[in-house]
């Protein structure tokens, strides 16, 4: 049964990324970032963004930068996370929790969801769970004191983690002072391996903090920006988002899992379950309170307790083999028919941005073009035109001898509606011309009007 679960499994993940979906804002951004790294002229990566991500994206952006190039490495990124989760499971729980819970957590829907996009949270998660492997293993029950300077790859386990996900800063830091609260004993006779591990890491974070003071005057500035990048609406909207819908995100049997090994870390039932319900908890309260509410930003969270929760529950539920993989396969469907509804959603909306895009390179006739747009990223990767962010001053003297367009949404961000006016009648000495449009189809940013900007005359 587990073997037909996994066959299904992956040909869902094959068939996802052949119907696929265009890219969205952020993996947009991550391939230009890739083709920067190729020594192509695209805009300028953003401080916010990681680096590790456009050594990722660089490779699809050597293939021919297809859809379908960036959607193999996310697949090979998503399969390596779930590799991950077995490691950290197997050194946790032992073999049998390690299947069983591998398999919920793979056809959850937070990470078949995702598991085609190209983005920084699985990459990233594949080190965190490392991380978190190697530390259960040094530190836990099971720790064997000839092999402590395993925790020395504490260290370059981190700062890999961190140049994929600045973010991941928080989960590392959750996991380690989980570790140091439940294993403080075993602290002392481990000491040095740990130290060895921080400064590895702390050597391997200076060519961030040079960057970061080259760039922005401070150690700490680009991770401010990130941070100030997240979006939130207010201080802890992250937490109302976990408290309130983790369970649609994860889909029944891991939202079971999950909240077995939270009880499993309150009664201490074991010191393992213990570390990942503190990490768990501690980790989402930390990102709860920096950024808005994303299922992919707590990931690694909910692997933890998945561990746990199976743990804890297998003696009873999984002696049942068919029971245990009929219900899960249950649960897998209905994650394919959300995903599959979810991208079709993503299809409407970026399918706009793909065909603006297309309108715009054919205006410009081959000719080097930029355009501006509120959502810029998709439009540069599709058109080859320079992209630009709004909302920003147009001006003529601003095209550099450059074919010019404006892509403006039905329902877009970042947008100034008397900019546009101003530029209709050719009020600012920028004229904007209509030469195309594109129906909305139903999507969430709505249709879009490609305009052709020249000198008023």
Known sequence: MKR???AAYAIVLVALAIWGEPLGHDE???????????????????????????????????AGGADLAFRAIAIAMTLAMIGAAYLYMRRAHGAQAAAWGTI????????????????????????????????????????????KWRLAWLGPLA??????????????????ASALVVWWRRLRENAVPLVVAA?????????????????????LGILRQASFAAGRGYTGDGLVFYAGAWWLWLGPIAAVCVVAGLIAAVIRRSEVAAFAGLASIVAIVVLGLDAHGEARFVVVPEILLVGAGVDAII??????????????????????????????????????????????????????????SGQWTQLEWYSGCWGVQMPVPIEARAFGGRAAFLVWYEQGRRQSQAQLD???????????????????????????TVFRLSIAR
């Open 159 to 176: 700062a890999a983690a961190f140049y994929v996900r600045y973010g991941s800063i928080g989960i590392l830091g959750s996991i380690s």
């Open 422 to 448: 101003d530029l209709r009648a050719g009020r600012a000495g920028v004229r904007a011309d209509e030469v195309a449009r594109v129906p909305g189809g139903g999507g969430a940013w709505g249709g879009a």
């Open 28 to 62: 947009a951004q991550y391939a230009l970032g890739g083709a920067a790294l190729l020594g192509r002229d695209v805009s300028a990566f953003p401080l916010h963004r990681p680096v590790g991500m456009q050594v990722i994206a660089a490779p699809a952006v050597a």
């Open 199 to 219: 400064l590895i890491a702390a050597l391997c974070a200076i060519p961030h903090v040079v960057h970061s003071i080259h760039a922005t005057g401070s150690a």
């Open 104 to 147: 919920v957590v793979a056809t959850s829907f937070a990470i078949v969801r995702r598991s085609i996009e190209l983005l920084p949270d699985a990459p990233a998660a594949v080190f965190v769970l490392a991380f978190a492997a190697v530390l259960v293993r040094g530190l836990g029950p099971s720790a064997d004191p000839a092999r």
């Open 315 to 372: 003696a009873w539920v999984f002696p049942r083999p068919k029971l245990a993989a009929g219900a899960i396969a249950v649960s897998f469907a209905g994650t394919v028919v959300a995903t599959a509804l979810a991208l079709a959603n993503a299809q409407r909306t970026f399918g706009v941005a793909v065909a603006a895009a297309g309108a715009v390179h054919a205006a410009a006739g081959g000719a080097p073009c930029e355009v501006y």
């Open 4 to 6: 037909g679960l996994i």
